[in-house]
C-alpha cells in the first residue's frame, strides 16, 4: 500500500506542476504577451555509458518541460514567468548487489517531480525551485532494475540488499542555481556558477563550464543533478559539433543516502570532472558526456565514471 501512496503522491504532485504550468499560460502580466509551452528535453545517466562497473551512482533519469513567454534568447527578467517542470529519478547502488561488503552504501531508489523558475538580474541566469523526492521500496525502482537485469541475464538486487536499502520517504527539497556566461571570442564560452540544494541531499557547489562551440548560445539549458551536464531544454537552430568541458566541487552537510545513524561519513569534498559532446545533423542530433565522479564516503575506494546520452531523431 505505501508503494501506490508514494505513487499517488509524485503523480499528484507532477499534475500539480503542470496544472500551474498551463493555467500560467491564461496569465497575462509581461507587455500582453501570456505564457505558452517552449520546449522539453530528458537525459539519460548510466555506468553502463561510462565504466562499465554497475555500482554506486549506477542510473538516472531526468526530464523538464517549459513554458514561458515567447523566446527571446535569455530567460525572463521576473521569477515565476519561466516555468519548468522537472520529474525524474535514480537508483544508487551498492558494489554488489547479492552480497555488498559491510562499509559499502545502500541501496536507494528515488524519484521525483517539482516546479522551477529561471529568470535573470542583469548578466545572471538564475534557476530557483523545489522538488519532491520520495524514496524507498515504495518507488518500486528495486523491482524495475530486477526486471532489467533478468533481461541481460545479471543477478539483480538480493533480499538483503532490499531489506538494507533506504526507507520510505518523502523529501521537499530546494534548489537554486546561479550562472553567467562569459564569451571567449566567436566560438568559446566560460560559464562559472554556483549551486545550493537542501533537502534529499544538503550542499553547496561551485564550479565552471567550458563550451567551444556554439551550441546554447541563445538556449535554456539544465543542469542535471546527477553527472552535472547541461541539457538543452530550450533550443535553436544548430548544426554541427561542440565540446564542453566542466568541473565543479561541492561541500556536502547531510545526505539522506548516506545515513550517519547507519555510520556513514561524508567526504570532505565530492568533484566532479566531464567531457560532452553535442553534434547536430540533418537526422537529428546526439548528445554524450562522460562524469568522473569523486568518492562521496570515506569508505569508498575510488571513483566513477559514468555516461550521459540524450538522441534527437527526425523522420
Known sequence: MTRYLAVLALGLSALFCTAAAVAAADADDDGGVGRRFLGHATLTTNDSFGDIKDRWRTGSVAASLVWGPRWTGRAPLRFGRLIELRLGGQIISPTSLTTPAAADRP???ALFAGLHSHFRRGATDFALG??????????GLHDLQDALHDLAGIAGPSPGVRAAQIGNGVHPTLVVEAG???PLGAAATLRPF?????????LLRAGADLTLGRVGRGELLI???VGGHRY?????????SALV???????VHDSIYLPRDRGYALTGARARLRLGLHHAG?????FYGLTWLSEEFEAQPEGQLIGAIRLNLRF
Open 107 to 109: 541501496y536507494a531508489g
Open 130 to 139: 523545489a522538488n519532491l523526492v520520495v524514496t524507498g521500496p515504495q518507488t
Open 180 to 182: 553567467r556566461d562569459l
Open 194 to 202: 554556483v549551486e545550493a540544494r537542501w533537502g534529499d541531499e544538503t
Open 223 to 225: 543542469r542535471d543533478a
Open 232 to 240: 538543452r531544454a530550450i533550443r535553436q537552430p544548430f548544426s554541427g
Open 245 to 251: 568541458l566542466g568541473a565543479d566541487v561541492a561541500h
Open 282 to 286: 540533418r537526422r537529428g542530433s546526439l
